[in-house]
């Protein structure tokens, strides 16, 4: 008897509290609008953002655009006029400021889902490129034992990708013992793999002691793929020459699993990046006030032993 | 009744569209503000359908538009990237598209390339312009000028109505006038009917052809890069791809147009409907959440409807 009382209790309880949360979120209109649907990180966003939206009882609207930015800023329209409860954007803001001054206007907050930062979006989601690159340096540092040359890949010229080089400087250059033998910035134009290989073949025949090359640090995947393909050719897969790269993609993370020189990587993650642009969401439309104009999702080091995964 | 069917459907469509949406979004969809931004959104595809319209008339095509809308955008961009001031750069783009209509017309009717092949290769070369220069980046933020970027969220306010007309719709009915006095109510304009009608029978009615060809490839042109400034100023950047989905919308917009005359030749008040029927179905279809892709199978089908529909009883 006391059992059926506390279960009903628990029950009536339960009805209770998702019908009042029911009451109080089922009306939340939220659109997500993007034109990069069709490629597979924003997939992950959205899949991650859309489940968070169901368990808040969310009215969701993904719109995609097919890769027409313009197009971004008509949808952005159509949302305030729609009178939405909140906006997601994954598109650079300051391509789609003409709608996002229109969202503002009406007083609707628009978070950005990795988009940059702008003056118009109560914040945006995205992952630390600062961080990314500590986790390869510091890698690097660990297993050539703070001793040796290294070549850097890096490209100064594209802001993301920049701010990854200074912090591998920064690292390398606090030990005594690692010395930067080169600062490589490849042609990206072929989509940067060959030209590393290129450049890298060269520094090996520059460099033909074994064991006169420690490690290749790359500010991102495609260099390290070149570097890899280079030692390989150059048969110098043998000398322990430690490579990393950044962003795991999936040429990656099958030349670090195959247990070769390339041997870490760092992934964001893009479906953490969903859930948590959902958080923020739903402290924006609780009526909090979001201080951090960014927010940071942690990324994973993708080594042999988790890059199957 | 089948006559009426055939002449009206497209429009009877438009209105059954019209309503449609009234019915599901009552406090949305016919408020002035909702026609205001349809109006801002469909202005640089209107733009481009009007003055490919030109061309249609002749039963020609301009395949090149869209990246020529591309080119105009980026070549504005980048004078203003290397600091010259918004008149000269919106100048340069307008030039770039006469320049590139002509040299169209010119393949087309000096030449004598079929229309089809010759704008899908300088749509091929456009973009490939465009690219070069622009080394395939997109160009934006600091290097546009807040003078250029306020031309698209600008407008005319009209106090009394309390409401704020788009300086984008301003420009886009400008056009439509212009476009519409043009074909019909001057000789140039009758002349092109009488082209697309039977080219044999116009050239020996003394119709000078290749001139007029080449003029109305020039103005499609210049159509096209005044449609890419108005894209670029709306997002106040501009890359070597933005304008490419302007050139398959704004062919099936002047489709649209076609099945609503008894001849079956494009008028340009038509073809604003063919453009409308393509927003309003952006715009309603957004609102009442609606999956984009679905919207994709939706024109389609909408188009080979009208098509079909006008077609009734030719055989």
Do not use: C
């Amino acid at each position: 008897m006391k059992l059926a009382t506390k279960l009903a209790g628990l029950l009536a309880g339960a009805m209770l509290a998702t019908g009042l949360a029911g009451a109080a979120m089922a009306q939340s209109k939220v659109v997500v609008i993007t034109p990069y649907l069709a490629q597979p990180g924003t997939q992950f966003y959205v899949e991650g953002f859309s489940a968070a939206a169901q368990s808040n009882g969310w009215d969701l609207n993904v719109i995609d655009t097919a890769g027409d930015v313009a197009a971004v800023i008509s949808r952005l329209e159509d949302a305030v006029n729609q009178n939405v409860d909140a906006i997601v954007i994954n598109v650079d803001p300051a391509q789609v400021e003409a709608g996002l001054e229109v969202a503002r206007d009406a007083g609707i907050p628009v978070v950005g889902m990795d988009s940059g930062t702008s003056p118009y979006l109560a914040t945006n989601v995205t992952s630390n490129g600062y961080a990314m690159a500590v986790e390869t340096s510091v890698y690097v540092a660990d297993r050539i034992g703070g001793t040796g040359n290294v070549v850097m890949f890096v490209f100064d010229a594209f802001p993301p990708v920049q701010i990854r080089g200074v912090i591998a400087d920064a690292v390398f250059g606090n030990y005594p013992d690692i010395a930067v033998l080169d600062r490589v910035t490849p042609d990206v134009s072929d989509g940067g793999i060959a030209d590393s290989r290129a450049k890298m073949e060269a520094i090996l025949a520059a460099n033909p002691e074994p064991g006169s090359i420690a490690a290749v640090w790359a500010a991102w995947d495609q260099p390290a793929l070149g570097a890899l393909q280079a030692i390989e050719d150059a048969g110098r897969d043998n000398e322990g020459i430690v490579i990393v790269g950044i962003d795991a993609n999936p040429q990656a993370r099958d030349a670090i699993a195959a247990g070769g020189n390339f041997e870490a990587s760092v992934a964001q993650d893009f479906v953490g990046i969903g859930n948590k642009t959902a958080e923020m969401v739903a402290r924006l439309l609780a009526g909090e006030t979001v201080k951090e104009n960014v927010v940071y999702v942690p990324t994973m080091l993708i080594t042999a032993a988790n890059a199957a995964q | 009744m089948i006559q009426n069917l055939k002449r009206y459907g497209t429009l009877m469509g438009f209105g059954f569209i019209v309503l449609f949406f009234w019915a599901n979004l009552p406090e949305t969809f016919m408020t002035a503000r909702n026609w205001l931004n349809i109006s801002q959104q469909v202005s640089m595809l209107a733009v481009i359908a009007f003055t490919m319209t030109i061309v249609m008339v002749m039963g020609d095509f301009d395949l090149s538009v869209g990246s020529m809308a591309s080119l105009s955008g980026i070549t504005a961009a980048l004078l203003f990237a290397h600091g010259y001031p918004v008149a000269v750069g919106l100048l340069a783009g307008l030039a770039v598209g006469v320049v590139g209509g002509l040299f169209n017309g010119f393949l087309v009717s000096l030449v004598g390339i079929l229309p089809f092949v010759a704008t899908l290769g300088t749509l091929t070369m456009y973009s490939g312009i465009a690219f070069l220069v622009s080394d395939g980046k997109t160009i934006f933020g600091r290097d546009i000028p807040r003078d250029f970027s306020g031309i698209a969220r600008s407008g005319l306010e009209i106090p009394a109505l309390e409401i704020t007309v788009p300086f984008l719709t301003i420009l886009a009915l400008g056009v439509l006038l212009l476009v519409w006095f043009l074909l019909e109510h001057t000789a140039f304009g009758r002349r092109l009917y009488a082209i697309g009608g039977n080219y044999e029978a116009a050239r020996l009615a003394g119709v000078k052809v290749r001139r007029l060809r080449l003029i109305a490839f020039g103005l499609t042109g210049l159509g096209a890069a005044l449609g890419g400034l108005m894209l670029a100023s709306r997002v106040a950047s501009a890359n070597p791809t933005q304008g490419s989905g302007l050139m398959l919308d704004a062919i099936a917009a002047v489709f649209l147009g076609m099945t609503m005359s008894r001849e079956g030749e494009p008028r340009v008040l038509a073809t604003l409907v063919g453009v409308l029927i393509l927003g309003l179905l952006d715009n309603g279809l957004t609102q009442m959440n609606v999956d984009s892709f679905v919207r994709e199978i939706l024109v389609g089908a909408i188009i080979l409807a009208a098509v079909a529909i006008s077609s009734l009883g030719k055989r």
